[in-house]
C-alpha cells in the first residue's frame, strides 16, 4: 500500500475512514504533505451539541454557526477562513463516542461524507480518520499501511 504522504494529498481518495495508524503518524505525514490538521477528542463528548462545540473550538468557526447538521455541512464545505491546500480531520476515541451515541455518530458520518465529497468537487483533500480501538468495527472503509 501507498505511504500516508502518497495518499493523503489524493482529494480523488480523500474521504470518512477508520483509521489504523497511530495519531502521530498521521499528524506528521499530513503537515509534511502540507495538509491543515484538526484533532477533536471524542472521548468525553456525549451528544450532538458536544460534537458540535469540539468541531467549532477545533476549526475556530465564525460565530454565525449555527450549531445543526445542515450548518455543520455548510461551514465544513467552504473553510474560507482556515485556508490551506487540504485538511484532515483526526477524530480521536471515535469508537466511544460512538458507542455512547449511535445515532449522532451515524449523522455525524453522513454529513461528513457530504461534506468530502463536495471538497473532491474542488480538487482539495478532505479526510475524516476516525481512531479508536482495534477490535472498533465502525462499518467505514480502513485507512491502514502495510
Do not use: C
Amino acid at each position: 500500500m501507498d505511504s500516508l504522504l502518497m495518499v493523503l494529498p489524493d482529494y480523488r481518495r480523500a474521504g470518512v475512514y477508520q483509521a489504523q495508524i497511530e495519531p502521530s503518524e498521521i499528524v506528521a505525514a499530513a503537515k509534511t504533505a502540507g495538509l491543515l490538521v484538526f484533532q477533536v477528542n471524542l472521548g468525553k463528548a456525549s451528544g450532538k451539541a458536544s460534537l458540535l462545540d469540539a468541531l467549532a473550538q477545533a476549526f475556530k468557526f465564525p460565530t454565525h454557526f449555527g450549531r445543526n447538521w445542515d450548518a455543520l455541512n455548510d461551514i465544513l464545505s467552504d473553510l474560507s477562513w482556515v485556508g490551506g491546500s487540504g485538511f484532515v480531520l483526526l477524530f480521536l476515541n471515535a469508537d466511544a463516542f460512538a458507542a455512547d451515541n449511535p445515532a449522532v455518530f451515524k449523522a455525524a458520518v453522513e454529513v461528513l461524507q457530504t461534506v468530502a465529497k463536495s471538497w473532491r468537487e474542488k480538487r482539495k483533500p478532505f479526510w475524516v480518520l476516525l481512531e479508536g480501538s482495534a477490535e472498533w468495527k465502525a462499518h467505514l472503509p480502513k485507512l491502514m499501511l502495510g
